[in-house]
């Protein structure tokens, strides 16, 4: 039986995967995503067009924790004309982060003075629009390049007309989830945040692998972890989340953030609170190979702030390439699609798919032959001819015999003996079909309890 998204491990087909990624990361560009309303649902359209999506509605001021679901925030145009000269200075039709996400409405004429305060930009980098958000405090705001900010001065006092053509209104959070339903109740999750406007790297990269990986993993094998991909607003939509879902939490054996996928930095994989959950331990596996390193947790960062709060304490570890922050073009529109590299894309995809496989396919097993080595070759398993060493094959049924004492998980034997987890996942497979191994109970839970042969039902 081939292992969880083992295709999309091969260098091949993700390069394949990851230019139809990239396409679809061109066609979400524009859309002028926040935390809620249309730009988030017309991205869930764009991801529907690939994979089966469950949407869900909450309505503005539904309690989540210690929050509550905020205003709906839809916006149809927003720029800055100089009053003299009838130009446009600035204008959102040019460029998503334009503005100040959550921008209140106005329509006023407004000298320099007064404009001043509401505007954001990045004199280090002149050529770069800064990402600012309010949404939590009632305000308004404008992002330009230092270069545009200094065309505006030169403009003197003005006055301009500033035109912000939005709503913010009782309305709902939207987020959707995509479900493919495995062999156990156990699950997994990748999670990906949908609410930055005009940023490739954070999070197209994100939306558009955890669309791939859904899409890979529907045409496969039946998984053995029933998986959800959660598309979801940053920090609210996770709590939103969290609280709508919160008596199956206890189902989930691993999860995933996801997120700046593309950029030209090494693989990180940030460990989760816990520090020794399932994707932990199958990263430590996976991402040193893939040329990526390990850090551990910090209270800061993307929605693995929710999911490994003490509250919940879940195994959710996070994947990314460079960390939120870690990259000058991080937040500012020089995270565009040319800061994305294909070849970076393609081998976080395959990185990915090693994970989540690694992640289904882990289990124990039990020797029901633990008392010398059983014969293999009678029951066509072993090289019949003597004298030949072992093969890689028969190399992994010797590992997985020995270790199979209802202990040791696959990630352990693969940790151990150096072998190549397909190829661990192909050999336990044949063990079973020849009767010589069975699963130990509760292979999944993330605190394994240690199996007494003989009292254990
Ligand atoms: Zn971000």
């Not at 100040?100 to 770069?128: C, F, G, I, K, N």
């Not at 209270?299 to 939120?324: A, H, I, V």
């Not at 890689?392 to 270790?403: C, I, K, M, S």
Request: proline letters at 8%; a negative charge.
């Amino acid at each position: 039986m081939a292992m969880l998204l083992e295709a999309l491990q091969r260098p091949e087909r993700a390069a394949a995967v990851a230019e139809e990624v990239f396409a679809l990361m061109r066609e979400l560009f524009p859309l002028v995503r926040s935390i809620t309303g249309d730009g988030v649902r017309r991205t869930l359209d764009g991801v529907e067009a690939w994979i089966p999506l469950q949407r869900h509605e909450v309505p503005s001021g539904t309690p989540v924790f210690d929050w509550e679901v905020p205003q709906e925030w839809n916006v149809r145009e927003a720029h800055i004309t100089e009053v003299a000269t009838g130009r446009r200075l600035v204008d959102l039709r040019d460029h998503s982060l334009h503005l100040v996400s959550y921008s209140t409405p106005l329509r006023a004429r407004l000298s320099r003075a007064e404009l001043e305060p509401h505007l954001h930009s990045l004199p280090e980098q002149p050529d770069a629009i800064p990402y600012r958000t309010s949404y939590y405090r009632e305000t308004w705001g404008f992002c330009l390049s230092q270069r545009q900010r200094d065309a505006l001065a030169a403009c003197g006092e003005g006055p301009f007309d500033v035109v912000i053509d939005s709503t913010l209104s009782p309305g709902h959070l939207t987020y959707a989830e995509c479900r493919v339903p495995g062999e156990t109740e156990d699950e997994a999750v990748i999670y990906t945040h949908v609410c930055h406007p005009g940023l490739a790297n954070d999070n197209l990269t994100g939306i558009a692998a955890a669309a791939a990986l859904a899409r890979e993993m529907r045409t496969g094998p039946k998984p053995r972890l029933s998986w959800r991909f959660v598309f979801a607003p940053g920090t609210i939509g996770a709590l939103t989340w969290l609280a709508r879902h919160e008596s199956e939490l206890p189902r989930i054996r691993a999860g995933l953030v996801i997120g700046l996928l593309g950029d030209g930095g090494a693989l990180t994989y940030k460990r989760s609170r816990r520090g020794n959950a399932l994707p932990d331990r199958a990263a430590e596996l996976i991402v040193p190979t893939a040329g990526g390193r390990l850090i551990d947790f910090e209270p800061y960062g993307y929605d693995e702030r929710q999911f490994c709060s003490p509250g919940f304490d879940l195994p959710f570890g996070r994947l990314t390439r460079s960390p939120n922050a870690a990259y000058p073009e991080y937040h500012s529109s020089a995270d565009n699609l040319d800061f994305v590299r294909p070849d970076a894309l393609a081998g976080s995809l395959q990185c990915l798919a090693a994970l989540v496989g690694a992640i289904d396919a882990n289990q124990r097993w039990r020797n029901l032959s633990p008392k010398g080595e059983p014969r293999l070759g009678k029951r066509g398993l072993y090289g019949l001819t003597g004298g030949a060493g072992p093969g890689q094959f028969e190399h992994a049924l010797l590992w997985l015999l020995n270790q199979s004492d209802g202990r040791h998980d696959l990630i352990d034997i693969a940790g151990r003996s150096r072998l190549p987890l397909p190829l661990l996942a192909r050999a336990a497979e044949a063990l079973v079909q020849a009767g010589l191994q069975a699963p130990a109970a509760s292979s999944s839970s993330s605190s394994p309890p240690l199996l007494q042969e003989g009292t254990s039902p």
